[in-house]
């Protein structure tokens, strides 16, 4: 049975995005960090489906930008979203590891796409200190 592009491997994708996005080196970080406005106005206009969900408190923020023009009000919701992205993946993780053994196409995908943000998070990590520890 195949399940190509199913809701949970939908999910996953726009996790591993929104971790990207939100991380201090992410596109969001260059954006509030260099006063983008025009940029951040495609970021929200852009921003659709689950990665809404993830990081629900950009949109509130960006209204409030609007109206006052203050960054930290987008970088607070950026830490906001990487922190609830970070917290979804761990326990996607743990889950992952618990579940039994099922076999097939579909389990191998989403089971890659966890392992991915996984392992994506941990390059984010590993640079953050980096970029720490050069300060």
């Known amino acids: 049975m195949d399940f190509p592009y199913s809701r949970a491997e939908l999910f996953l994708r726009n996790l591993k995005d929104t971790l990207a996005d939100t991380c201090n080196s992410g596109m969001l ?5 260099n006063r ?9 206009a852009l921003l659709k489906g689950f990665r809404k969900d993830i990081m629900p408190d950009i ?3 960006y209204n409030e930008f609007i109206s006052t023009n203050n960054w930290d009000t987008i970088e607070q919701a950026r830490k906001s979203g990487y922190k609830k992205a970070k917290q979804i993946a761990c326990k996607l993780k743990t889950m992952n590891s618990s579940w039994p053994s ?3 196409e579909y389990r191998e995908r989403i089971n890659g796409v966890i392992c991915r943000t996984s392992n994506y998070e ?7 200190r980096r970029m720490t520890n050069d300060e």
């Open 36 to 44: 983008k406005t025009g940029s951040l106005h495609f970021y929200i």
């Open 122 to 128: 941990l390059r984010i990590t590993n640079y953050e």
């Open 59 to 61: 949109v509130p923020a």
């Open 29 to 33: 970080s260059h954006i509030i960090e």
């Open 102 to 104: 099922y076999s097939g």
